[in-house]
T-cell receptor
Framework: GQQLNQSPQSMFIQEGEDVSMNCTSS?????WLWYKQDPGEGPVLLIALYKAGELTSNGRLTAQFGITRKDSFLNISASIPSDVGIYFCAGQLNYGGSQGNLIFGKGTKLSVKP | DTGVSQDPRHKITKRGQNVTFRCDPISEHNRLYWYRQTLGQGPEFLTYFQNEAQLEKSRLLSDRFSAERPKGSFSTLEIQRTEQGDSAMYLC??????????????FGPGTRLTVL
């Protein structure tokens, strides 16, 4: 199925570092969502973005909806051990008054530096 | 707990058997979605309901898959004659579709299916 290009695929963090990841698409989306998934669990919604250019924060997390509507990024500031997990971006088309399904990236896996 | 719940959390079955999963959405949510997630991938859309009506199906949803939401509350996903390729995490999500265009989907913990 169709998926977004998410990068990096994986990264190692040291506590206190800032982290950045992004998502790009060949298609325009009306909504961008960022989720975090722990092993064996479902994705948990972190941030939702609804307007091109929008910058939204949720605690140490900041996400932006790209001006072209084809990309989004997520920043995590001052990372802590519980930030470890897999982060997914998801794009959504809303059309004709109905709300479409989510298209997901392959995820960015955050691990702690050994 | 007022989140999305799914049952069972894990299911192991033999190839050729039928399996059924249940999803209970957040109570005031009128939309319910099913996704499938394989190892190393993001979730992929299967189907969704608005109230009891099934409004969209992915081409991933083969004839062996059927989903229902008979009273517009909980939903079931049945897979008939399971194949090893059906092994995956099956995720359910719900959302509220009102006058606003926003549609934040909240996921359940998933059902992990293993087909031997």
């Amino acid at each position: 199925g169709q998926q977004l290009n998410q990068s990096p695929q994986s990264m190692f963090i040291q506590e206190g570092e800032d982290v950045s990841m992004n998502c790009t698409s060949s298609s325009i989306f009306n909504t961008w969502l960022w989720y975090k998934q722990d092993p064996g669990e479902g994705p948990v919604l972190l941030i939702a973005l609804y307007k091109a250019g929008e910058l939204t924060s949720n605690g140490r997390l900041t996400a932006q909806f790209g001006i072209t509507r084809k990309d989004s990024f997520l920043n995590i500031s001052a990372s802590i051990p519980s930030d470890v997990g897999i982060y997914f971006c998801a794009g959504q088309l809303n059309y004709g008054g109905s709300q479409g399904n989510l298209i997901f990236g392959k995820g960015t896996k955050l691990s702690v530096k050994p | 707990d007022t989140g999305v719940s799914q049952d069972p959390r894990h299911k192991i079955t033999k190839r050729g058997q039928n399996v059924t999963f249940r999803c209970d959405p957040i109570s005031e949510h009128n939309r319910l979605y099913w996704y499938r997630q394989t190892l190393g991938q993001g979730p992929e859309f299967l189907t969704y309901f608005q109230n009891e009506a099934q409004l969209e199906k992915s081409r991933l949803l083969s004839d062996r898959f059927s989903a229902e939401r008979p009273k517009g509350s909980f939903s079931t996903l049945e897979i008939q004659r399971t194949e090893q390729g059906d092994s995956a995490m099956y995720l359910c999500a719900s959302s509220f579709s009102g006058l606003a265009a926003y549609n934040e989907q909240f996921f359940g913990p998933g059902t992990r299916l293993t087909v031997l």
